[in-house]
């Protein structure tokens, strides 16, 4: 695990007990990376961008966000637009984690940069697993951009 | 008559030469008897002459010396004359001497002598001729001889008669011969002549005969009737094409007759006024038709004055206008207000003009013509257009009114439309928020304290996590129903074989059911989406393979009914089948006849098979008996050339 470089994980996700069950399905023994969770899409734009609450932090970016759509003052396609319209946060990638099948929300966020589209379970895998499975990929298959 | 003349030439011709030769031959025998008569008398009289002389020489003796005696017997020697009649001496004085007297001639001596004469006495030659001796003159001698002039007369007419007679026939014969070459081609000529009046055949020509003027005459006739028949050929023609010409002008006329009375009766019948005016917009004769609109008295419109019966508010547009058209001499419409006596108010017409050009009635529409010829006069019609117009802003209004109710309704529509949609949104995400976190965290509960927890409790977990994911099902189901309504279709050309035959292959893999009889009927090429019909067959197909799953063996039909105006499919299984009270309660959202217990499904498929079938313009149903199978029925419109 030594040689893997600490990947940051950013949450973004209003509702508290999809964010547990993701955070469960992510602190596995293969992911054991430090995972920031923010409650909406303002908050996760002051942390990306060090403003608001967050003008003090680190200058890291994350290496990958988990970003919810639904939520409440600004919702995760603004979160997303604002992501891939700035050149420095643009090569992060961004798997939309949400509970919409609609065919809209797919096309939008596609068509705004998303890396990744996948619809919160309510089968037997549950959200958990499919985060798990996620995290897997995106940290461990996927060649991430350089920084 | 022809025929009789020629014929009468023949005879002509005959009677020419016989009355030619008769006439000669009356004057040669006239002549010829002249002749002889006249030599018959000399020669008598010269033998009577002679026979005096003899007597005298004779006689002179005795009428010298007196002797009565011998003188009587000289003249008995007489006797040897038949011809002589009577003969007698004279004396130089005068007085008879002696006579002689034939038997039975009766003549009667004259009493004195006569100087020396021969001449005729009725049918006797007398002479008288002095007898002279010595030259002193002795006595006369008197002879009387027959003349028979009569007999020798019948005689000489006889002989004529019959040469006439013999020299007629010879004539007639030989000229009757003769004849023939000259009215023979005459006569064919004739022939020819009325058989060409009677068959009116003028290619006949007459046969030349002779080189004569005959000859000559044939040609001329020949060519007379080939030119007589070159221009009755012409004539002929030219007939023909005159009667060609007359059908085509009654044709023409009679459609100009019919052309005129349809004017005449569109005219009649039109509730248009129409009025003349001339060149410079009057009217200048009696305008029935606009009398009777506006009431107005002739008086009064004549000139200019039928302007004043427009609306006061529209004259001056007209006047405008009208005069502009009367300056450019083109076409005119003008849409005013005309007071219309009969309903006592104005009422909007149409007003069009055209200017008559020329005088042959070409108005300037019919000219073409870009240069501004002056017109001669004007046509106009005037149509009442007012409850037109009425209608036409009823027509309007009410569609204001109805194209703002569509948008009103339009509006609603589009409010409640988005309002499902947020309704959808939300049930999507925050229904299924619950349903996440409890199937998720008994999943936790399960994967970390399940040792720990005793077997009924275990029970109880998997029961809620089961039941959340049904939930959830659920929710997934209502929601693509509920998309259905709001995604675009994408026609084309499906080959409903194949989509059924691909469809069944992959639901039966995924079943594990029992020995299975599959029967694909013909299926036709169909119009529709392929992935909302592929959805179809899998439901049908999925429903007769969860229905059949109980029976020993199962059978699945699939086919189709083609008519004109449809395909009609089916899917038949030997399956459950269904209570028909019930068949109109199949299609409805959650709406199950078995109990889930009994089959699985969650009561959306037919309902999404209904909608889907719906949206395609067709429709389902199905027909059914409990543990009897069943048989689903849906239909496609045929949509013949478009695809």
Known sequence: MEQFEQVHILLVEDNPLDAELTLYGLQTDHLRNPITWVKDGQEALDYIFRQGAYHEREDILPGLILLDLKMPKVDGMDVLAALKADAHTRRIPVVVMTSSREECDIVKSYDLGANSYVVKPVNFEGISTVAKQAGLYWMMVNVRPPR | ?643
């Open chain 2, 1 to 643: 008559m022809l025929k009789v003349g020629l014929q009468s030439i023949r005879y002509k011709l005959l009677l020419l030469v016989l009355v030619s030769s008769f006439a000669t031959l009356v004057v040669a025998g006239a002549a010829l008897m002249y002749n002889d008569v006249r030599e018959f008398r000399q020669m008598l009289g010269n033998e009577l002459t002679a026979q005096a002389d003899i007597i005298g020489q004779a006689s002179s003796a005795a009428l010298e010396f007196n002797d009565a005696k011998v003188a009587a017997e000289n003249l008995a020697l007489l006797k040897a004359k038949p011809e002589i009649l009577a003969a007698a001496l004279y004396t130089a004085k005068g007085s008879l001497f002696a006579q002689y007297q034939q038997q039975a001639a009766r003549v009667e001596l004259p009493k004195l002598p006569e100087l020396d004469s021969v001449h005729i006495e009725g049918q006797r030659l007398v002479l008288f001729k002095r007898v002279i001796s010595h030259g002193e003159i002795l006595g006369t001698i008197y002879l009387s001889a027959r003349y028979d002039l009569l007999a020798r007369l019948i005689d000489y007419l006889a002989i004529l008669g019959g040469a006439m007679l013999l020299s007629l026939l010879v004539g007639g014969l030989i000229s009757s011969r003769l004849q023939s070459h000259f009215t023979e081609p005459i006569l064919a000529m004739s022939k020819v002549a009325l058989q060409v009046r009677e068959q009116r055949d003028f290619r006949l020509r007459a046969a030349k005969t002779s080189n004569d003027e005959v000859g000559y005459l044939v040609d001329a006739f020949n060519d007379m009737l080939a030119e007589i028949g070159d221009r009755n050929a012409a004539l002929v023609a030219s007939r023909q094409a005159l009667e060609h010409e007359i059908i085509e002008r009654s044709v023409a006329q009679k459609a100009l007759a019919a052309s005129e009375q349809r004017i005449h009766a569109l005219v009649s019948t039109m509730s248009s006024v129409i009025w003349i005016c001339d060149r410079r917009g009057c009217f200048m004769v009696d305008q029935d038709s606009w009398a009777q609109y506006t009431g107005q008295p002739m008086q009064e419109y004549l000139g200019l004055g039928w302007r004043t019966r427009f609306h006061p508010d529209d004259q001056g547009q007209l006047d405008r206008a009208w005069s502009i058209a009367l300056m450019q001499s083109s076409a005119f419409a003008l849409e005013a207000r005309l007071w219309h006596a009969e309903s006592a108010r104005y009422r909007f017409v149409s007003l069009r003009a055209v200017p008559v050009i020329n005088g042959d009635g070409n108005t300037a529409a019919d000219t073409n013509s870009q240069d501004n010829q002056e017109a001669q006069e004007w046509i106009g019609s005037i149509t009442d257009i007012d409850d037109r117009r009425k209608a036409e802003f009823e027509v309007l209004t009410l569609n204001m009114e109805l194209e703002r109710r569509v948008s009103e309704r339009t509006a609603q529509l589009e409010i409640a439309n988005k309002d499902l949609e947020s309704f959808s949104y939300s049930v999507s995400h925050d229904l299924r928020a619950p349903v996440r976190a409890v199937a998720g965290f008994s999943a936790i509960l399960r994967n970390t304290q399940g040792d720990e927890l005793g077997a009924e409790s275990r029970r109880l977990l998997d029961i809620i996590s089961s039941e959340a994911n049904r939930m959830g099902m659920l929710i997934d189901d209502l929601l693509s129903f509920s998309r259905l309504g709001r995604q675009a279709m994408q026609m084309r050309n499906l080959d409903m074989g194949q989509l059924v035959q691909k469809t069944f292959e992959q639901l039966n893999l995924e079943q594990s059911g029992p020995p299975l009889q599959f029967r694909l009927g013909q299926l036709p090429q169909a119009e529709g989406d392929r992935t909302l019909l592929g959805q179809v067959w899998a439901n049908l197909l999925s429903n007769a393979l969860k229905f059949t799953a109980k029976r020993e063996e199962a059978m699945i039909e699939v086919g189709a009914i083609s008519d004109d105006e449809k395909f009609t499919f089916f899917v038949r299984d030997n399956g459950a089948g269904f209570d028909p009270r019930y068949k109109d309660k199949l299609f409805g959202v959650f709406q199950r006849l078995h109990g889930t217990s009994e089959f699985a499904g969650n009561g959306v498929g037919l309902a999404l098979v209904q909608r889907i079938i719906h949206r395609h313009g067709g429709r389902v149903w199905a027909e059914g008996k409990p543990d009897a199978g069943a048989t689903f029925y849906f239909t496609l419109p045929r949509h013949t050339g478009t695809a």
